[in-house]
């Protein structure tokens, strides 16, 4: 029988230590390790038994055998958060490529030096008359400061300590010294920065309807019997999904189980935490970027005492450690935020999987339109899926108009805004009803495509679109096939082919030009600089401050206004021509969110998309609301062109101060894994090739990509190139792994 060889972190408190240490594996503990586990080792030169934490298993010995140390035993004294949590850094570790000491970073947030929020008195220990005995005592010897204190303590039982050392000016040792003498005591008590800022609300419950009570009866019906499963609720927009969430969580509260709910963006934060404060009051929490470092220490420390039960906000809310999880709820499952953009690059789906696994959790997914990946594998039978169909006002989906750019403009038409779409604006501010219109910039990247017949330079071998670069090159950033600027449209040879250019900022002057008195809001990456500002442009508009909000994709997601009842959506195209494999899908989900924010309330809706391509199976998909009819055109060109969910993509990144030397190494890397891909292995290689943006603060950037219909093998060719680069110990350049990446580099 081979020898077992297991890889332990033993130390988080030294960046020196980034790399776990490798020790035997009795035979006793053969059949019981697993990854996870905390386990005794001994430890430096002095063999001194320390706790580490299992972070993989196998039976090749990177080091001297016979002197590679065993592990002493299995500590038995139960599962910590902490444990949870570095079991959870190795699988993050193994699954997405990163050094250990990033993934503890990333799910260890609060391991740092935080003062804590303390209020302390000074109270009278002695009688009133011993009190002023010793103030005699202490004017005689001419002790000033002890004076001012005992005059005070002779008339009040407790004074505030900052008061004392402040407006009386007490030094701290003057305080000690009385109280070594017995004179006072000073009393501490811990408090703990709360972030949320709500008035106490009373608890306010929604009767379910009898889908939405269906789904939560099955999920803790599951629960119950020690099946916690994984759900995808797929529910049009105004459905009632987030009260779905609030029935489990009351349920699993009841069970005395914490939940996490993670929301897409910061946006949303407010909007949501105020849904949830008046169910459960002060139990809920956030925890998010803008919170400071006391804040987010004060919300794990409640976390861990008990004193809250929900947490709420982005991707890294999923790592408040918690020590009994019962529910971990993604909202707007398919956003591309939950996936990190720095390294580790996990998604948040994923892992929240792998959480609710180490604390036996259910998992609820919702969206109105589900990522392809969430769909797919409730079509496979992994995940259950629920559909809600109706909205909770009773209001029908908003009637959608898709307008055709080309005819507008062969028409004469060259605004931004179409005749339809100026109609139905005049028509709102007449009738003092309100309006969204949404600039779809997202993936915007400098395509190339025809305002006269809607065609899209794309790679012949890639099936993405190509981007343009300032040499004059249209490029590819998935295998670097490269062709020149062109000047007129191939298809239809007209002059009319370039890049959008146009901007939020432009698009409010142009519609106050046209609209005179017109009050406007914009919500971009401009106007949400400070923490607040979110928080203060939808509340306007909730208010009806403003007749028109207009903005990027921020302003599609989770947001109610009852007076909306018109939503335009200015350029559907600009997310198509985004090269990327995801394009249809981020359109089509962006199109359906942008048209469901009409008619939300009583009032009937209507919805405009503008589109040099409105025959694209992704605008007509979307202004039908038909989901089920887009995913059964995407995965086909998915299965296709062997793109997620029907395979697996990783991307390797390169880094390099030297455009020659990063140039090089992608090369050489990507040579090693085809060789290292033949056989059974059976690895695709596209590329590599430059970055989309090849320079930024004068590091070179390239990529190329491996395809495998299974996880498993990708996973392997990353330990591999982790050899390989670790043998070659590059000096300038650092390389990163992306598994099916929600974005080209």
């Given amino acids: 029988m081979k020898e077992l060889y297991a890889d332990i972190i033993v130390d988080i408190s030294h960046e020196k230590l980034d790399r776990p240490f490798q020790y035997r594996v009795p035979e006793g503990f053969r059949e019981r390790l697993e990854t996870g586990m905390c386990v005794k080792v001994p430890f430096g030169n002095g ?40 079991s959870l850094a190795g699988w993050i570790r193994k699954n997405y490529g990163s050094t250990m000491i990033q993934a503890l970073k ?4 609060a391991k740092q030096s935080v003062k804590k929020l303390e209020h302390r008195t000074i109270r009278r220990n002695m009688g009133r008359e011993e009190i002023l005995s010793l103030l005699g005592e ?26 004392v050392t402040g407006k009386l000016g007490v030094s701290g040792q003057t305080i000690k010294s009385l109280e070594t003498a017995g004179a006072l005591r000073v009393v501490s008590r811990s408090d703990f920065r709360n972030p949320v800022k709500l008035e106490e609300q009373e608890e306010h419950k929604n009767s379910l309807s009898e889908d939405q009570r269906r789904i939560v009866e099955t999920v803790m019906e599951e629960y119950d019997q020690g099946n916690p499963g994984t759900y995808l609720i797929h529910g049009i927009t105004g459905s009632g999904k987030t009260e779905v969430y609030m029935g489990i969580i009351q349920e699993m509260r009841a069970r005395g189980r914490q939940a996490v709910v993670l929301i897409p963006e910061i946006a949303l934060t407010y909007q949501t935490l105020l849904r949830f404060y008046r169910r459960f009051g002060d139990r809920v929490s956030v925890m998010n970027s803008t919170l400071s470092s006391g804040e987010k220490y004060d919300q794990c420390q409640r976390a861990k005492n008990g004193e809250i039960d929900v947490i709420i906000g982005p991707r890294s809310a999923l790592f408040t450690p918690f020590p009994n999880i019962g529910v971990i709820v993604i909202d707007e499952e398919h956003e591309g935020s939950y996936k990190s953009e720095a390294s580790p690059k996990y998604h948040a789906r994923e892992t929240a999987l792998e959480v609710a696994r180490l604390h036996r959790a259910s998992v609820v997914l919702g969206s ?18 629920f559909t809600l169909s109706r909205r909770l006002t009773g209001g029908r989906l908003p009637a959608v108009s898709i307008v055709d750019l080309r005819q507008e403009l062969k028409e004469g038409n060259r605004s931004i805004f179409s005749r339809r779409l100026q109609e139905l604006l005049t028509d709102r501010l007449e009738r003092g009803e309100q309006s969204i219109l949404f600039l779809n910039r997202r993936g915007y990247a400098g395509f190339i495509s025809c305002r006269s017949c809607g065609h899209v330079m794309k790679c012949p071998h890639c099936d993405v679109s190509l981007s343009e670069h300032k040499n004059g090159r249209l490029i590819c950033h998935y295998c670097g096939y490269s062709q020149p600027r062109v000047s007129a449209c191939p298809v239809c040879g007209s002059g009319f082919i370039g890049g959008f250019r146009a901007g939020t900022q432009q698009i409010e002057e142009k519609l106050k030009e046209m609209f005179p008195g017109v009050r406007t809001l914009r919500m971009d990456a401009d106007t949400t600089r400070t923490k607040e500002s979110y928080e203060k442009i939808l509340s306007a508009f909730a208010n009806e401050e403003a007749d028109v909000l207009i903005g990027t994709q921020m302003i599609v997601k989770g947001h ?30 962006l199109l359906t969110q942008a048209v469901g924010r009409a008619g939300r309330g009583t009032l009937p809706g209507e919805a405009v998309i503008q589109t040099y391509q409105p025959e694209h199976y992704a605008v007509v998909h979307a202004a039908a609301q038909d989901y089920a009819g887009f995913y059964e055109e995407e995965i086909l060109y998915r299965e296709m062109m062997g793109y997620p969910p029907a395979a697996h993509m990783l991307a390797v990144q390169i880094f390099s101060r030297e455009e020659e030397r990063g140039g090089r190494l992608a090369g050489m890397l990507a040579e090693a894994v085809k060789e290292y891909g033949i056989g059974p292995v059976k690895l695709q290689i596209i590329g590599p090739a430059p970055a989309s943006i090849t320079r930024i ?22 330990d591999f190139l982790e050899e390989k680069i670790q043998s ?13 990446p929600m974005n080209t580099l």
């Fill in 368 to 385: 109105a339109t589900p990522s392809l990946e969430a769909y797919y594998r409730a079509q496979k039978g992994e995940y259950r899926l």
């Fill in 728 to 740: 070659m110990q590059p000096l300038y350049e650092t390389v990163q792994f992306d598994f099916d």
């Fill in 560 to 589: 109610d206004f009852p007076k909306v009842t018109l939503a335009g959506v200015l350029a559907a195209d600009l997310s198509l021509g985004a090269g990327n494999y995801r394009a249809a899908e981020r359109t089509f989900q």
């Fill in 697 to 718: 603060n004068d590091i070179f950037r390239f990529v190329f990509y491996i395809k495998s219909a299974e996880y498993g093998k990708l996973i392997k060719a990353k």
């Fill in 138 to 163: 202490s004017r005689r010897k001419k002790q000033v400061a002890k004076e001012r204190l005992l005059r005070e303590l002779a008339e009040q039982e407790s004074l505030p300590y900052e008061w």
């Fill in 47 to 86: 063999n001194k038994p320390v706790k580490g934490y299992v972070v993989g298993l196998g039976e090749e010995c990177k080091f001297d055998p016979e002197r590679t140390k065993e592990i002493q035993g299995i500590v038995r004294d139960g599962v910590s958060v902490e444990d949870k949590m570095m």
């Fill in 106 to 109: 990333t799910v260890l947030p």
